[in-house]
């Protein structure tokens, strides 16, 4: 039997996509053709998200009016909704990608089960003739020439069952690499869909934003331009905002959050802005920050705190659960009941990050000395102010400390997936946006002291 290779990814012809013709026929696209499909949309969809970040940096450079704001908002809420469109054709794509590495390994799976079943028939055949003297196959033999068959034929057999063995090891090995490439696959549409979960929020956040400029159009410019003035009144507003950490007990308000990320900044050359934008887009990243307990350490399972029902694959058992129970230890917290993040029922990866910063227990345990040696003591995920110093340390091992623009997004993008994949450039970008309003929400806050000062 020979053996089938397939190329990473390669389509299955079973999969086929049907699509209803306006004269009621059908006809079928193969996974390829779809692809190619797909990456025409997408470039369609990168022309249309330039064309409108274009349209968005003209008007904002433009005088600064009621009516300018609100086109730049929908023109954001158009480019994002084309962006949730964008990744909705990622996933597509992603999925059946998997689907072929999924069937490929099924059909790998099954050669290698026939496979055996042949090297069993071949070794019971080769031990029951191993097991018969040399007077036993003389006697059993009618002449001499049929000894000399069998002599044959159990020298064939050996060279099969050598063939067979050197089969399976390489569908093993490519069983192997298709797992991997399941794995990264999977990996890879976790990641997009937490992208549309930031995208989703944004769009919900613009809309917001959008409705309440509108309210202000029916003769109220110049109360508009008023307020954009008035920095001591926006200051007050970003003092009083809450900076939202999901799962974090006694969350600091935004004034707190800044002082902890100024400090950290001085020691570690991370910009405070960058480092509260980063913390800020991962506990926007999930309601689900924080909300499971792992309580199987044999599975990784556990339950939802919120509901009490079980949570499948909270943390990865090969990868994050050891650390993990060694982390809690040494903290004094019990394992079985300290928050970790769920993970996304929709997409089936694994949650299990820690704290504000969302670190998982494997990735923690590369900066624990780092942080060891920085904090004077072990680290503790779940701490607001260690959880700032993990992720500059992190953003510093990223080449961020540059403090240019660039530096800073790559820094960002490896914090999210570890690497600097452009699909995942909403990620960055995002970071990038949220730095800036941070860096105006400070110096509007130094103008408001300064004000304040000159007051006195």
């Known amino acids: 039997m020979s053996i089938l290779r397939f190329p990473k990814k390669a389509a299955a012809t079973t999969l086929m996509l049907v699509f209803l013709l306006p004269l009621g026929g059908v006809f079928a696209l193969t996974p390829q053709e779809e692809r190619s499909q797909l990456e025409l949309e997408l470039q369609q969809l990168e022309q249309q998200i330039q064309q409108y970040e274009q349209d968005i940096t003209k008007t904002q450079q433009e005088k600064k009016t009621l009516q300018n704001q609100i086109t730049i908002v929908k023109n954001q809420i158009a480019k994002l909704n084309l962006q949730i469109t964008q990744s909705n054709r990622l996933i597509s794509d ?7 590495t999924s069937s490929s390994i099924d059909k790998t799976g099954r050669d290698i089960e026939d496979k055996k079943a042949q090297l069993g028939d071949i070794l019971q055949r080769i031990y029951e003739e191993d097991q018969k003297t040399a007077l036993e196959i003389l006697l059993t033999g009618s002449d001499l020439s049929e000894f000399f068959e069998n002599l044959v034929a159990l020298d064939s057999l050996n060279a099969r069952n050598r063939a067979l063995l050197l089969d399976i090891q390489d569908l093993n090995v490519y069983l192997q690499d298709q797992k991997v490439s399941l794995e990264t696959d999977k990996q890879e549409e976790e990641n997009f869909v937490k992208i549309q979960i930031l995208q989703r929020q944004q769009t919900q956040a613009a809309k917001a934003e959008q409705e309440r400029l509108l309210q202000q159009t029916q003769g109220k410019e110049a109360e508009y331009q008023k307020q954009l003035a008035n920095t001591r009144l926006r200051a007050q507003e970003i003092r009083n905002r809450i900076f939202d950490i999901v799962g974090v007990p006694d969350a600091p308000t935004f004034g707190e959050a800044l002082a902890i990320a100024q400090e950290v900044s001085a020691r570690t050359g991370i910009r405070a802005a960058l480092l509260l934008a980063v ?49 809690t230890g040494e903290l004094g917290r019990d394992a079985s009941k300290t928050p970790v993040s769920c993970p996304i029922p929709s997409v089936g990866g694994y949650g299990g990050a820690m704290g504000p910063a969302q670190f998982i227990p494997s990735t923690w345990a590369l900066y ?28 510093v091992d990223s080449g961020a400390a540059k403090q240019t623009y660039t530096a800073e997004w790559r820094a960002a993008m490896i914090y999210f997936s570890g690497s600097t994949n452009t699909r995942y450039r909403f990620y960055g970008d995002s970071v990038m946006a949220i730095a800036k309003g941070y860096e105006d929400d400070i110096k509007a806050l130094a103008a408001g002291a300064g004000k304040d000062l000159a007051l006195q």
């Open 94 to 100: 992603l999925k059946v990608q998997i689907a072929d």
């Open 368 to 395: 624990e000395k780092k942080l060891k040696d920085i904090l004077g003591r072990p680290g503790d995920p779940w701490n607001i102010k260690d959880a700032f110093m993990a992720a500059a340390v992190l953003l």
């Open 279 to 327: 913390l800020t887009q991962e506990s926007n990243l999930g309601k689900n920050v924080g909300q499971c307990y792992m309580t199987d350490a044999a599975t990784g399972g556990g339950i939802s705190i919120r509901t009490g029902a079980a949570i499948r694959n909270v943390m990865k058992p090969s990868r994050d659960v050891q650390p993990f129970l060694r982390i």
